[in-house]
Nanobody, 125 residues
Framework: QVQLVESGGGLVQAGSTLKLSCSASGRTFSGYSMGWFRQAPGKEREFVAAIRWNDNSPWNGDVGKGRFIIAIDHAKNMVYLNMNKLKPDDTAVYYC??????????????????WGKGTQVTVSS
């Protein structure tokens, strides 16, 4: 049974740094893309970043360009999202996802098969 478990969320001040973790288990993720999405209250879920399991190639969405970095630790089966210079607009539930996604589909949540339950990030001004 595939499980994606997020952790690392919390309440921080604007300008702070936060590192989210996603523990992936239940199958081999070779060939998969691992993504981070977020959803704020009253808003649609939006793409944050993704990374290819096999070659670590990252893809950043507009929301985190220049501030967020996605990474994988293959030995631990962990996916990380390092978030810098956080803003109040970054407040959301952050979700980890996995799927067999082509290059043109990384930013669509419909292309991801497995999802975690999310971790809350709240940024105060």
């Amino acid at each position: 049974q595939v499980q994606l478990v997020e952790s690392g969320g919390g309440l921080v001040q604007a300008g702070s740094t936060l590192k989210l973790s996603c523990s992936a288990s239940g199958r081999t993720f070779s060939g998969y893309s691992m993504g981070w999405f977020r959803q704020a209250p009253g808003k649609e879920r939006e793409f944050v970043a993704a990374i290819r399991w096999n070659d670590n190639s990252p893809w950043n969405g507009d929301v985190g360009k220049g501030r967020f970095i996605i990474a994988i630790d293959h030995a631990k089966n962990m996916v990380y999202l390092n978030m810098n210079k956080l803003k109040p607009d970054d407040t959301a539930v952050y979700y980890c996802a996995a799927g067999l996604v082509g290059d043109t589909g990384l930013e669509s949540d419909r292309n991801y098969l497995y999802w975690g339950k999310g971790t809350q990030v709240t940024v105060s001004s």
